[in-house]
């Protein structure tokens, strides 16, 4: 079975510090994909990162980096000196058809509140 | 903005009524699926379309089905509509397998 678990439901931090939002995902699939989608409170998914199931290098992007690890089934995203902007609800996905984002399986999120 | 637009925003309606969603892809993009986000919930996949031709389907009844058109935009729609399916419904573009970019969605109340 496909499936991606976010545990942490709601996170709530004040601007300027480190937030780390967790996902465990499960898959048979030796090819997939993982990604990251914000959703600020306008609806839209907005898309963050793709990493395929063969590259487990951590990347980082301006205040935003992952790290993925096979070994413990998990992609974890970290937001470094958050701002308020972040507040938003995020989302861990899984594509089990390597690459294609048409069937995309997501977490339930992790509601962000960045307080000034 | 991705380019992607979907109409209307909202909408109501009655439970047992038809609804039709519309999707306009960005630019270029021959790939559309459709998702159903209940409230407090992850995005559920529905069906995509690939030029024009239905490309996979999530677990979703024969209630909703879908079109795609010659300029690749794309219709939802919902027959006899239950108050479970009250939900945002996002819809998304790409280029084949590329990246997908999702519009704002339309917000859905079954009453």
């Known amino acids: 079975a496909q499936k991606v678990t976010q545990a942490q439901t709601e996170i709530s931090v004040v601007e300027k510090e480190d937030v780390t939002l967790d996902c465990v995902y499960e898959?048979?699939?030796?090819?997939?994909?993982l990604f990251w989608y914000k959703q600020p409170p306008s609806g839209e998914l907005v898309f963050l990162i793709r990493r395929n199931s063969f590259d487990e290098q951590n990347e980082i992007s301006g205040r935003y980096s992952w790290n993925f690890q096979k070994s413990t089934s998990s992609f974890n995203f970290t937001i470094t000196a958050s701002q308020v902007v972040d507040s938003a609800v995020y989302f861990c996905a899984l594509s089990p058809y390597g690459g294609s984002q048409g069937n995309l399986i997501f977490g339930k999120g992790t509601k962000l509140s960045v307080k000034p | 903005e991705t380019g992607v637009t979907q109409s209307p925003t909202h909408l109501i309606k009655t439970r047992g009524q038809q609804v039709t969603l519309r999707c306009s892809s960005q630019?270029?993009?021959?790939?559309v699926s459709w998702y159903q986000q209940a409230l407090g919930q992850g995005p559920q996949f529905i069906f995509q379309?690939?030029?024009?031709?239905?490309?996979g389907r999530g677990n979703f009844p024969p209630r909703f089905s879908g079109l795609q058109f010659p300029n690749y935009s794309s219709e939802l729609n919902v027959n006899a509509l239950e108050l479970d399916d009250s939900a945002l419904y996002l819809c998304?573009?790409?280029?084949?397998?590329?990246?997908?970019?999702f519009g704002q969605g339309t917000r859905l109340t079954v009453v």
């Open positions: 998304a573009s790409s280029l084949g397998w590329g990246d997908a970019f």
């Open positions: 898959t048979r699939d030796t090819t997939y994909y």
């Open positions: 630019s270029g993009h021959n790939t």
């Open positions: 379309y690939y030029r024009e031709e239905e490309n």
